[in-house]
């Protein structure tokens, strides 16, 4: 199965569309993890089992563990989740973006070496930037187009002129090009910010039913019903709505599994209440 | 010393505008070294060892051996250089981009673990994606701006209005954020392709003395003259002018490190007669 068909089915089969974000900082972890030289591994697939029933998808973000020299628990917990929840897909947020050549080995490091099933990239190096993952047919392709972050704005919102025609914003111009032109297997999905539903809208319209993940719910401050009501395809889904924090470190005892659970199940449900 | 002051020494005592850019593919190996299980490590000190009094900066590309499971070759290949040559700054070129809490992870990767000079970032998330690196003033910052491969073009040559005023391309609205905004400490460069001589002009017009890391010679077909003319400083210098392929992979024999230090020394010489 593909990215987007075990996406579909995650939707159906948790009746949810929470992602949550595995973004393992030691400094706020539980105290009686912090010594294991494991930490990150036990931490990160504590949440798991925790969560995997409540959520469609999982987003280690690699720079968390690059930061760490933790590349092995990053394997060790890729394969935990392929082995005991094989219908939750695993999106690597490493928001790749180089020449063809590197762009091929980039490929290799998140398909091949971390077995994940789709992988985040940035849009600034064009096309041939993008096309070596296109070798991966079955695995998703997740472009940047509007981030939720405030620095954002600085060049996705820029109008620009193509051939032209009316001006329209950078990342609409984005997400036309992945819709139209960079995307001929069908296994691209864009980021969209919950920090701006009106272009959460736009995309939408742009786009048609392709996935979007958007971040920025939880401790960025963005809307859920706002956020849901934006975005939501006409099925009610198409949408991976991202949290890490706010459900990572809901505790900060023993128990911090427990309250990461009580908050992502609150948060699939608020979710829900809006589609 | 900082990055930047470290390369300007470097651009003196060795005469040289050159970069070699560090991409180690298997694949292209010199079959002696294929089973070696620290391959990538021998190539690279080898070639770093022929080539050390003929560059101004290393350049070794992560994806490479992230893609190898190869990081603590990095790690020790970047320590092997600061030790034996330590008035050759090393960047880490990985292209980075992400919101601020993440960056600030990425930052501890380059400059913490890997003791990386300088690290390539991308500026398509905006100002708070770059803010991190800045708390680490003596290492250099080098934001993408007009790259140097055919999807290049795609975005970063679209015309952008900004307040209203006149327009200009992508590339150029990055050019002045950084000369202008997001560069407090001094500690920026950016990379401007050798394919497009036009563009590193209209660059250094906008950026004055700042230097600039100039791909797309050798393998990806710039030409030396113009890309010198085009890009130099008053003063002759104000540039890394990287190649990699062409210097790595210029013998295929147990010689490799010598042919290559030829092209590297044809290279310097080549960019030195243009000066």
Chains 1, 2 share one sequence.
Not at 230 to 258: H, N
Request: with cysteine; aromatic share 8%.
């Amino acid at each position: 199965m593909s990215f987007i068909q075990n996406l579909q089915a995650a939707w159906a089969h948790n009746n949810s569309l929470l992602c949550v974000g595995l973004d393992p900082d030691l400094a706020k972890f539980p105290a009686h993890l912090r010594e294991d030289p494991d930490a990150i591994y036990q931490f990160c697939t504590a949440i798991v089992d925790a969560t995997a029933d409540l959520v469609c998808v999982f987003k280690p973000q690699i720079a968390y563990f690059a930061g760490e020299s933790a590349e092995e628990q990053l394997e060790a917990l890729i394969d935990y989740i392929h082995l005991n929840y094989p219908h939750i897909p695993v999106i690597l947020d490493a928001k790749r973006g180089d020449i063809g050549a590197t762009a091929a080995q980039y490929a290799r490091e998140a398909f091949e070496r971390y077995q994940a099933d789709a992988l985040t990239v940035n849009p600034y190096m064009g096309f041939d930037s993008i096309e070596p993952y296109l070798a991966y047919p079955d695995c998703g392709l997740i472009v940047l187009c509007r981030t939720s972050n405030p620095g954002g704005s600085d060049l996705q919102n820029l109008e620009v002129r193509v051939d032209a025609k009316e001006g329209k914003k950078l990342y609409q111009h984005v997400a036309q090009l992945v819709a139209e032109k960079w995307n001929p297997h069908g296994q691209a999905a864009l980021v969209v910010g919950a920090t701006f539903p009106q272009e959460l809208t736009d995309v939408r319209k742009l786009v048609g039913d392709m996935p979007l993940l958007v971040p920025g719910i939880g401790a960025q401050g963005g809307d859920v019903q706002a956020t849901v009501s934006a975005g939501k395809t006409v099925a009610g889904a198409g949408l991976m709505i991202s949290a890490s924090r706010s459900i990572l470190y809901a505790g900060k005892g023993e128990d911090f599994a427990e309250a990461a659970r009580k908050v992502a199940l609150a948060t699939r449900d608020e979710i829900n209440s809006h589609r």
